[in-house]
């Protein structure tokens, strides 16, 4: 069994909520790269009979899997499907799901659908919360210029305060 190695006690693991159709995958870099022979975890190396024994599945359940947008590898030019080291971990973990947890590949789907959800939505949290710091930032540094063209000649005006009390005016004699 295949937990999180966060240990912050997610059931899916790390990545298994990309990969879904209508979109960019989130976490892969696109197809021009800094260094093209650069392998990363991202990087579509490996082919179906490989990642369906790296796996630990037939390769026809991989085909299963990318029908029904579960696990979405990269394509070639002549549409072969290449996996990447964290298609073969969502592999892994959609099949632990299945098989140890008892969901049904609809239910995962629709796992890996919100998972892609909150991910979205944080990003967009930490945009937000980047854009809220730049304003607060901006607004500080225009307080302090109207601060600083305050004239230093004028003397503030400050109101005297009243007074009740009773003074008794005598006059020299």
Do not use: F
Not at 77 to 93: E, F, H, K, N, T
Not at 136 to 141: H, K, N, R
Request: aromatic content about 4%; glycine content about 10%.
């Amino acid at each position: 069994m295949n937990q999180d190695q966060t240990g912050t006690g997610n059931a899916i693991g790390p990545g298994l909520g990309e990969g879904l159709p209508g979109g960019p995958r989130p976490g892969r870099t696109s197809s021009a790269r800094a260094n093209p022979y650069q392998l990363t975890e991202d990087t579509p190396v490996y082919v179906i009979s490989v990642a369906a024994e790296l796996s630990g599945l037939h390769p026809q359940t991989l085909r299963q899997y990318d029908r029904l947008g579960l696990v979405c590898p990269d394509r070639t030019a002549g549409r072969g499907r290449r996996y990447s080291a964290r298609d073969i971990q969502q592999l892994r973990d959609v099949q632990r799901l299945s098989q140890d947890e008892g969901i049904n590949l609809a239910g995962i789907k629709r796992i890996i659908e919100l998972e892609n959800q909150v991910s979205a939505l944080q990003s967009r949290i930490a945009e937000l919360v980047g854009s809220l710091e730049d304003a607060a930032t901006t607004l500080q540094q225009r307080e302090a210029a109207v601060h600083a063209s305050y004239r230093r000649d004028l003397v503030p005006y400050q109101q005297v305060q009243q007074s009740s009390a009773l003074v008794v005016w005598r006059p020299k004699r």
